[in-house]
């Protein structure tokens, strides 16, 4: 079974500071990687995916995750965040070839200060 | 398409009360997942289910909890009695295959046990 570490709970920022939230996981095989976000009072929606290919993935509002296999990591980036970026962010994997079922992360709360 | 659609949004019962919680998928998916939400344990999937067949419910919690899909276009997942440690926000989530695609996430049901 596969599993999801997210290891900043809360991050804190100011407006044009830039960020990177730490996503890794524990499975063996092949893997689609997911960023999802949770916007104050919303529902969760997608940030972005990976599935194979270029391991730089960009996705919206100016987002970016970068895939390291050998790290097992799929780290979530943005050079210059807004006070709209407040938002919880979950990582999620599912393995390739299996269920597909996806493994959350625990989100990682980010809030940012105008 | 409205998206996935969940009802109540704000539940608050008393102890001992059965609640039941509803959703209706994106029309066209095969996939429902239930998830519940806590500070302690973040996203947990709960049961999903494929083409309105429960394929996994290994994450239902007690006896007290259950789940249903009469029909493609609608879920319900029932707490009965229900208990204070049970509150927690309820996300359904649908997907076309659950394959590489990304799941779609409702609203969300906040539930407050009493």
């Known amino acids: 079974a596969q599993s999801v570490s997210q290891h900043n709970h809360h991050v804190i920022l100011s407006e044009a500071a830039s960020l990177e939230l730490g996503c890794n996981y524990s499975?063996?095989?092949?893997?689609?990687l997911f960023w999802y976000v949770q916007y104050p009072g919303q529902h969760l929606q997608l940030l972005l995916k990976?599935?194979?290919?270029?391991?730089l993935v960009k996705g919206i509002k100016g987002f970016e995750a970068e895939f390291i296999k050998s790290k097992f990591s799929f780290n979530l980036r943005k050079p210059s965040v807004q006070w709209s970026d407040t938002a919880e962010y979950f990582c999620a994997v599912n393995a390739q070839g299996g269920s597909y079922i996806p493994t959350f992360g625990r989100g990682t709360s980010l809030i940012v200060h105008p | 398409d409205a998206g996935v659609i969940q009802s109540p949004r704000h539940e608050v019962t008393e102890m001992g009360q059965e609640v039941t919680l509803r959703c209706k998928p994106i029309s066209g998916h095969d996939y429902l997942f239930w998830y519940r939400q806590t500070m302690m344990r973040g996203l947990e999937l709960l049961i999903y289910?494929?083409?309105?067949?429960?394929?996994?419910d290994s994450g239902m919690p007690e006896d007290r909890f259950s789940a249903k899909m009469p029909n493609a276009s609608f879920s319900t997942l029932k707490i009965q009695p229900s208990e204070p440690r049970d509150s927690a926000v309820y996300f359904c989530?649908?997907?076309?295959?659950?394959?590489?695609?990304?799941?779609?996430f409702g609203p969300g049901t906040r539930l407050t046990v009493l």
């Open positions: 989530a649908s997907s076309f295959h659950t394959g590489p695609n990304e799941q779609f």
């Open positions: 289910f494929n083409n309105n067949v429960p394929i996994d």
């Open positions: 499975y063996g095989g092949t893997v689609n």
């Open positions: 990976y599935f194979s290919g270029d391991p």
